[in-house]
C-alpha cells in the first residue's frame, strides 16, 4: 500500500475513508498513522467514557510530530453528517476572536473516534463541564489540578505533592484520581457530589482549586507554587488551578501526545502514586503501547 492510498472502512455502521496510513508520524520511533488507528481502536473502551459528552479541541500534525501543528476547535469542512457537534456560546478567550459560537465535535463512538484520528488529531482535550442532549454546556462536574514539575523537579516531586492535594481536596469531602499527563506531570481529577459543590460553575471550580493551591504553597512553599510566573518554578510543582476556567481544556485520559514518542495520558493507581513517592525512578509517562498492556491487565484504573 503506498502511504496515500486510501481504503473505505466501515466502523460501527458507519462508512468513512481513511489514508496515509503507513504515514510516519512519530519518527523517532517509526510509529505510522495506521499504528496510531490501531491504538485508539484498542483504547476507545477505556478512551470514550472519557469523552461522553464533552465538546472536544484537537491538536493536529497533519505533518507528523517534527513538522507544525495548530489547535481545532471548530468541525473542519467535509464533517461527516452522523458526527455529534455541539454549538457553544463563546467569549473571545476561547475562541480568539471575539464573541461568537464555537461548532465542537462531542467524540462519543468509535467512529468519531476513527475520524478524528485519520484527520491526525493526535491530541484530544475537553473541558470539565459537558453538555446535555441539546448539546447545552452544563455546570463542571469535576474538578481538575494539573502539577506541572519545573525543572530538575520530575514525577517523584509531582508524586508526593499529589499525595498532599489528595489530603487537601479529602479534608474538603472530595476524592481525586491520578493520571500522568503524558508530558511532563500528573493531572487529578476530583468528581463533583451530585449535591452541594455540583452547583458550582467555573468560576467556582476555579476558586476553590486556587484555594488548595494557595494552601499548599503555604505549607509546602519549597516544593510548591501556585503562581503562574514561570520564573518562581523552577524545582517547584506548580499547582495550575487555571485549567477548571470554562474556556480552557486538558488532554483526556488515554490520549496520545504529540511529544517525541507517542506517550499518551495514562490513569493511575494510588499505590503507585505512593510508590512514585518514594522511589524517584517508579514513575514514568507510559507510551502507547505500554498504555494497552495496563488496560489488558487492569481494565481502567481511573477512579478505581
Known amino acids: 500500500m503506498s502511504p496515500t492510498d486510501e481504503v473505505q472502512v466501515d466502523v460501527e455502521g458507519r462508512s468513512l475513508k481513511i489514508s496515509n496510513l503507513a504515514k510516519v508520524l512519530y519518527p523517532r520511533t517509526g510509529t505510522t498513522k495506521g499504528e496510531v488507528l490501531n491504538y485508539y481502536a484498542q483504547v476507545s473502551p477505556v478512551l470514550l467514557p472519557h469523552l ?3 465538546a472536544v479541541t484537537r491538536i493536529r500534525w497533519p505533518h507528523g510530530v517534527e513538522g507544525s501543528s495548530f489547535f481545532e476547535k471548530n468541525i473542519p469542512p ?7 457537534t455541539a454549538e457553544v456560546s463563546t467569549t473571545g478567550s476561547r475562541s480568539g476572536k471575539g464573541d461568537g459560537t464555537i461548532r ?14 485519520n484527520l491526525a488529531a493526535l491530541e484530544l482535550h475537553v473541558h470539565q463541564w459537558t453538555v446535555d442532549g441539546d448539546g447545552v454546556p452544563r455546570n463542571p462536574n469535576r474538578l481538575v489540578i494539573d502539577l506541572d514539575p519545573g525543572e530538575p523537579a520530575g514525577l517523584h516531586e509531582c508524586a508526593r505533592v499529589a499525595l498532599m492535594v489528595r489530603d487537601a ?18 493531572h487529578l481529577y476530583a468528581p463533583l457530589p451530585d449535591t452541594g459543590r455540583k452547583s458550582l460553575d467555573s468560576d467556582g471550580t476555579t476558586a476553590l482549586a486556587k484555594e488548595v493551591a494557595e494552601e499548599l504553597q503555604t505549607e509546602h512553599g519549597d516544593l510548591v507554587t501556585a503562581t503562574m510566573t514561570k520564573a518562581k518554578r523552577p524545582g517547584k510543582v506548580f499547582l495550575d488551578w487555571s485549567q477548571n476556567s470554562g474556556s480552557k481544556t486538558t488532554v483526556s485520559p488515554y490520549s496520545l501526545r504529540g511529544r517525541e514518542r507517542p506517550t499518551a495520558a ?3 493507581t494510588w499505590d503507585e502514586v505512593e510508590e512514585g513517592a518514594e522511589d524517584e525512578l517508579a514513575l514514568e509517562q507510559f507510551s502507547m503501547e505500554q498504555v494497552l498492556e495496563r488496560v489488558a491487565e487492569l481494565g481502567d484504573v481511573f477512579d478505581a
Open 104 to 117: 465542537f465535535p462531542i467524540c462519543d463512538d468509535l467512529a468519531t473516534l476513527t475520524w478524528l484520528a
Open 52 to 54: 461522553e459528552d464533552r
Open 78 to 84: 467535509g464533517t461527516p453528517s452522523w458526527v455529534r
Open 266 to 268: 495514562t490513569p493511575l
Open 169 to 186: 481536596l479529602a479534608a474538603r469531602d472530595l476524592t481525586c484520581s491520578p493520571v500522568t499527563s503524558g508530558s511532563k506531570g500528573l
